[in-house]
Structure formats: structure tokens, C-alpha cells
């Protein structure tokens, strides 16, 4: 029995039992939807279910006994991954509280079954890799879950990490079609202010975004009250400081 502490433990009809025959990760998916997918699970005609679900406000759900039982998430790669979906659309970066969320259940899992802490864009690797990299034998999802999500994997490897009481491990850096990772740590208005490399690069894309910001590397009064101000803008929670969702909006959000 793998049931993990802190998730809604919510058994669903859609599953092979005692079908799961490795442990080699984790698999993020974009529900492309809102509201619990529990009863969509558990409805024998859609022949779907996951072994988790994690909402946008970081609630936990469970649907099939982790290891043991085979959900029904991406096809070919039922067998050796658990699954995890998240509410929200591809368009919409994964909230704070669902890479939280995702992070501890990496972090279950990584002391459970060695689960490593590292991002992989593979099939057969161990690691947290995405439904998209399975192509047609994983059912076919190449959008799911979307360039945004798929780049915030880091952010989630780093936070469960730091669960676990391990250092940080270095993430491979984003495609080029892609934007720059979320650094891995909140940056937020304090005394001495924060400064780094990362402050910088954020700093010159607000600017380019078209915002009155100093390129200085410093996160100062300016600095935070761009971040508020943009993050009102775009609906994202006002607390002027960066995080993962706020971070990637900065590239992804449209210009307006
Ligand atoms: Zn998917």
C-alpha cells in the first residue's frame, strides 16, 4: 500500500490492479480543466485516471495505490510512472501551491523508491519527465502539459530538494524556445535587498516588457513595486514577490 500523508485518498474504479512494475518517476500532466477529475475517473467510459491531481489552491488528491495499482495517464508508460495531473490549462503557469503541491509528492516518492531529483525529457530514464515525451505510444498528448508547465519541472526538483533536506541539484538549461527557469529561490523586497544575476535578467525583461525598472541586479522599493503592479495586471497574487508563477508570467504573459 502506497497511499501518500496529505493527499485526499479518493479510490477510482479505472485502474490495473497490481499493473505497476517499475518506480522510475514522475510524469506532469496539464488537466486542461478545472475541478476534480474524480468523477471522470471513476466513470468506466472514459477510460482515464491518474495517481494524483493537484488543484490550483495545492489540494492533493489520490486515485489508485501508487506502485502497486496502474493508473491510466499516458498510455505505455502506465507501467514504470506514476502520474500527476494538474488543474489549470497549458496557457496558465502551475500556481505556487501546486508546485508545492507536486513537490511533495516528488518528495514522497523519492524516499519511497529512490525517484531521483532531476528533470528528464525521456521515456525511459528515471527522473520527472512530461506526457508529451511518450509521443504516440504514451497516447499521443505533445502539448500536455505545455512549454510553461514543462519548464517549471526545475522549480519543482529544487522544492523537493529542499523537502528532503538536500542541496539543490543543477537543472539542464531550457531550450531556447523556452524562458529561463524559475532561480529557485523567492525573491522578495528585504533588508540588505536581494541582488543577483537573476534579479538582473528579470529586471531587463520587464524592461523589454516596456516597464520603468532599473537593470541594477538589486530588488529593491522599484524593483517590488514593478513586480506588484505586474502582477495585478495579470491576476496573479500581489505579494511583490518572485516566484515560480510570477517569474514565468514575465515571459509568458501577453504584452499589454
Ligand atoms: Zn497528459
Not at 78 to 88: D, I, K, L, P
Not at 208 to 224: N, Y
Request: charged share 20%; proline share 8%; net charge negative.
Amino acid at each position: 500500500m502506497a497511499r501518500m500523508p496529505g493527499a485526499a485518498w479518493r479510490p477510482v474504479i479505472n485502474r490495473t490492479p497490481s499493473g505497476r512494475t517499475e518506480q522510475r518517476g514522475l510524469v506532469l500532466h496539464v488537466q486542461d480543466g478545472r475541478n476534480s477529475p474524480y468523477g471522470w475517473f471513476n466513470d468506466e467510459d472514459s477510460e482515464a485516471s491518474s495517481d494524483f491531481w493537484v488543484s490550483t489552491s495545492g489540494r492533493i488528491e489520490q486515485y489508485v495505490d501508487t506502485g502497486s495499482d496502474r493508473a491510466w495517464a499516458q498510455g505505455a508508460g502506465n507501467r514504470a510512472y506514476a502520474s500527476v495531473e494538474t488543474e489549470g490549462y497549458p496557457d496558465e503557469p502551475l500556481t505556487d501551491a501546486q508546485i508545492e503541491g507536486v513537490a511533495q509528492i516528488y518528495a514522497w516518492g523519492a524516499r519511497l523508491w529512490g525517484w531521483p531529483l532531476q528533470v528528464i525529457d525521456s521515456t525511459t530514464g528515471r527522473g520527472l519527465t512530461f506526457h508529451g515525451a511518450g509521443g504516440a505510444a504514451w497516447g499521443g498528448h505533445p502539448d500536455c502539459p505545455g512549454e510553461i508547465r514543462k519548464a517549471q519541472r526545475g522549480a519543482i526538483i529544487a522544492r523537493a530538494a529542499e523537502l528532503l533536506g538536500k542541496p539543490t541539484p543543477a537543472q539542464p538549461s531550457p531550450p531556447a524556445s523556452s524562458y529561463p527557469s524559475w532561480p529557485g529561490r523567492y525573491i522578495s523586497l528585504r533588508s540588505p535587498f536581494m541582488r543577483g544575476d537573476d534579479v538582473r535578467q528579470w529586471q531587463q525583461r520587464m524592461r523589454d516588457r516596456g516597464w520603468r525598472i532599473d537593470v541594477d541586479g538589486v530588488f529593491g522599493p522599484q524593483s517590488a513595486g514593478v513586480a506588484h503592479a505586474f502582477q495585478a495586471e495579470k491576476g496573479l497574487d500581489p505579494d511583490s514577490i518572485l516566484g515560480p508563477a510570477t517569474w514565468a508570467a514575465a515571459w509568458t504573459a501577453p504584452l499589454t
